[in-house]
């Protein structure tokens, strides 16, 4: 089983960015695929985006396309997020997590998850 501990969450102007990280420890990192999933309070978990250790990436969110970036560095069991133009919608929890399952985008098909780290975007 792997940890995540994600970071980089914060205050920001609409427009402006922010770069999320998230660290995996523990046995076969490489064996999972990593996703980013964002939830505001009353609202179900959304998918954003997902990516394998390979560089092979899933399709982003519609919601997101255009904005943001999923990259990893590998030496350092680290996922990243690089989301630009930030507009108040995107104001929630940002969550990270890990599957071992085939499908990438599929919120059930991760089985670890860290704490979350709040994004908020003023007008």
């Known amino acids: 089983q792997v940890q995540l501990v994600e970071s980089g969450g914060g205050l920001v102007q609409a427009g402006g960015s922010l770069r999320l990280s998230c660290v995996a420890s523990g046995r076969a990192v490489s064996s999972y695929a990593m996703g980013w999933f964002r939830q505001v309070p009353g609202k179900e978990r959304e998918f954003v985006v997902a990516?394998?250790?390979?560089?092979?990436?899933?399709d982003y969110a519609a919601s997101v396309k255009g904005r943001c970036t999923i990259y990893t560095n590998n030496a350092k069991n680290t996922v990243f997020l690089q989301m630009n133009s930030l507009k108040p919608e995107d104001t929630a929890v940002y969550y990270c997590?890990?599957?071992?399952?085939?499908?990438?985008?599929?919120?059930?098909?991760?089985?670890?998850w860290g704490q979350g780290t709040q994004v908020s975007v003023s007008s």
């Open positions: 990516t394998r250790w390979s560089g092979v990436t899933s």
């Open positions: 997590a890990a599957s071992l399952r085939q499908t990438m985008t599929d919120a059930a098909g991760y089985n670890v």
